[in-house]
């Protein structure tokens, strides 16, 4: 974690060269390669390497809890560190630390890549809800405009109807106006 850009990049071209599909003839070759890209693009992005550093040292500090619980519990070990000052430096050092911290990272990357691709997927569902609520609300307006221009064509056949209507009823009315003036 504390390598300078120039060294991770000279590590980057060395085991890139490796693992390179025209270079090695392993039936993963192109897996690994694409592996190594990705983490090497991961290390040139600031904001990558500040949320890696940070889970790795997340997953310290858990370390050095579940350490000093177990410290604690045990009589011994914890009267062992209080007559030796440095005990837990020289822990800190040891690879049974190394090892425990590298699978807590593995751990809290892992639980932290997970919650990442959570989130992305509500995102994506509530972008799709809006997108479809978009649509139904376009759909909902050219049906209603669609109704309002067949009610505009068919005014003429409504007018036409009033209009028929009233003629028959005009002609009635002329009709039993006749009859009684006794026309007919």
């Known amino acids: ?46 904001e990558e390497m500040n949320f890696t550093r940070a889970a790795v040292e997340q997953a310290k500090e858990i370390v050095l809890a579940e350490r000093a619980k177990e410290v604690q519990r045990d009589h011994a070990l914890s009267t062992l560190h209080r007559l030796r000052e440095g005990e837990e430096e020289k822990w800190k050092h040891s690879d049974e630390f190394h090892y425990r911290w590298k699978i807590q990272a593995q751990k809290v990357l892992t639980n932290m890549e997970w919650k990442k691709r959570r989130f992305g997927k509500r ?6 809800r809006v997108r479809k609520d978009e649509e139904e609300e376009k759909e909902k307006a050219r049906d209603a405009q669609k109704q309002q221009k067949t009610w505009e064509e068919r005014r003429e056949e409504r007018v036409g109807g009033w209009r028929q209507f009233m003629k028959t009823k005009e002609a009635k009315k002329k009709k039993k106006k006749a009859e009684v003036l006794g026309v007919v």
């Open 1 to 46: 974690m504390d390598a300078s850009k120039k060294d991770i990049s000279k590590q980057f071209r060395k085991v890139s060269l490796l693992i390179h599909p025209d270079k090695c003839s392993h039936e993963r070759a192109k897996e690994a390669f694409e592996v190594a890209n990705a983490a090497y693009k991961m290390i040139q992005n600031e």
């Open 123 to 128: 995102i994506r569902e509530e972008e799709e």
